[in-house]
């Protein structure tokens, strides 16, 4: 697999590739084998429903299981079944999110579980290549199927819809296939949209919380904070693996430089950051799991059974697993993301900076003041997104599904949450940045030298009064790169 292309094969997609189709210009093609697996279940699917029900192929959906579709109206009922489904509603959800979700669906069919014709494999494929989406709706999934999202894709398949033009939102035409009928159930029957949207968190996750290390050292080095919470003993004593990580990175970032620390001992937001952050780090660990496992899984229903020739109808179309573990990302993101405010009420203060208060350039300035605001404005956010959807609950189809977890809510809070973060931890980087530029000192080497020289190369030198708004926004542009200066970090 080089740069420009990436080859999907129903096993082995991991959430940063979602990210490089969702966002890049890549080429998708399909892998011999996972056309196969395709092709195995779809034959099967049929040999099974000509013999016994299969929950969508012979009959209806939901409350509607137990009616049998008759054989002179088959051909009729999958696309009824499409055209009621595809019923979303609300604002269009981004474009790199409805890429995200074509990428995993054309995944989860090339697994072998779904029994949809192999033939919807590549104008799948051509749509990503192309640059084409499908109206994709924010509202119609509670996390037990994108059955609105993937409904409306056949529908544009199926040439009933246009597809859309990434560049430009045009209707244009685009690659098309002849669903048949017994298919239509088996091709929207999956979470691809929800998978899609938390792969995409789970990769944004993930090089934040590395970048959040990386500001977290500027700011240590900024207030001459003590090493002494990093020391390897400190988290021998208390083992647990995120804490550690968090802390070994800490060292190596400090490496160069090991001024005396300005006090005996350091606020929370330096003292308690590798317990506070490491628990962020292992959610957004198994959270990257947990989606990479059901990205890759032929988690359908019915599940076609290949090798025994036969159909299990069953649960794999819930997505708690998915659900549960980024609701506690969200949990741990706002208590280190409450680290990064404290710490940047330390650097508006003469005690910790030797800096004039709020780093302001002449007497009675307002400087940096301005910053704490946007952060506890954005800190509010990630509050807010850190209710957890699981905590919802649902009743639907007369009945007879009683139960829905929420992740596609718990995925959406995630992307929210996520960008209010991006710009409290930007606040962080203007305020290290300035203070080490006011006090004269650059760090001495390593990657924090790096950091350093990356973010007094893009952010505006002037100290005098002035809107902070366009520095923001170029230190949150920073923090991807400065994830990658982590040690051993995304």
């Not at 189709?21 to 279940?41: I, L, N, P, W």
């Amino acid at each position: 697999m080089d740069d420009s292309r990436i080859v999907i094969d129903g096993a082995t997609l991991t959430c940063r590739t979602v990210a490089r189709v969702a966002r890049g210009d890549v080429t998708v093609s399909m892998a011999a084998e996972g056309v196969k697996r395709a092709g195995e279940a779809w034959r099967v699917a049929r040999q099974v429903a000509a013999v016994r029900p299969v929950y969508g192929r012979t009959t209806g959906v939901g409350a509607n299981r137990v009616v049998d579709v008759e054989w002179e109206d088959a051909d009729a009922h999958g696309l009824r079944l499409l055209r009621s489904h595809a019923a979303g509603a609300g604002p269009l959800v981004s474009p790199e999110i409805v890429r995200a979700m074509l990428l995993v669906r054309l995944n989860q069919v090339a697994a072998g579980g779904s029994g949809v014709d192999p033939g919807v494999l590549q104008p799948l494929a051509d749509v990503l290549n192309l640059g084409l989406l499908p109206p994709v709706p924010l509202y119609g999934a509670i996390g037990t199927g994108d059955l609105t999202a993937l409904a409306s894709t056949a529908l544009c398949l199926l040439g009933e819809r246009s597809w859309l033009s990434g560049a430009d939102g045009g209707q244009e035409r685009g690659p098309g296939f002849r669903l048949r009928s017994a298919d239509a159930l088996a091709f929207i029957s999956s979470n691809a949209a929800t998978l899609g949207e938390a792969a995409l968190a789970a990769t944004d996750l993930r090089m934040l919380l590395g970048a959040s290390t990386v500001v977290a050292a500027l700011s240590l080095f900024a207030v001459r904070g003590s090493e002494e919470p990093y020391a390897p003993c400190v988290h021998e004593a208390c083992p647990h693996p995120g804490q550690a990580e968090v802390a070994t990175a800490m060292r190596a970032l400090l490496a160069f430089d090991h001024p005396a620390p300005g006090r005996i001992q350091d606020p929370y937001g330096y003292r308690a950051f590798p317990q506070v952050h490491g628990p962020a780090v292992e959610s957004a660990a198994y959270a990257e799991n947990v989606v990479t496992r059901e990205i890759n899984a032929a988690a359908e229903n019915p599940l076609i059974d290949r090798a025994a020739g036969t159909v299990w109808h069953n649960g794999n179309f819930h997505t708690a697993y998915v659900g549960l573990a980024l609701d506690a990302c969200r949990a741990a993101l706002f208590q280190t993301m409450a680290l990064s405010t404290a710490r940047l009420g330390t650097l508006t203060e003469p005690s910790f900076t030797g800096l004039p208060p709020f780093q302001a350039a002449t007497e009675a300035s307002s400087g940096i003041m301005v910053l704490e605001y946007v952060a506890h404005s954005a800190l509010a956010d990630v509050r807010r997104f850190a209710t957890p959807a699981a905590l919802g609950g649902a009743v639907l189809s007369r009945g007879v599904e009683e139960h829905a977890g929420f992740s596609t809510q718990s995925a959406r809070a995630t992307t929210d949450a996520l960008a209010a973060y991006r710009i409290g931890l930007g606040c962080e980087l203007v305020a290290a940045t300035r203070a080490l530029r006011m006090q004269g000192r650059i760090p001495s080497g390593g990657p924090l030298k790096a950091a350093h020289d990356l973010a007094t190369g893009v952010l505006d030198p002037r100290m005098e009064d002035r809107p902070l708004d366009a520095d923001i926004a170029v230190a949150a542009d920073l923090l991807p790169h400065l994830a990658r200066l982590l040690p051993q970090g995304p």
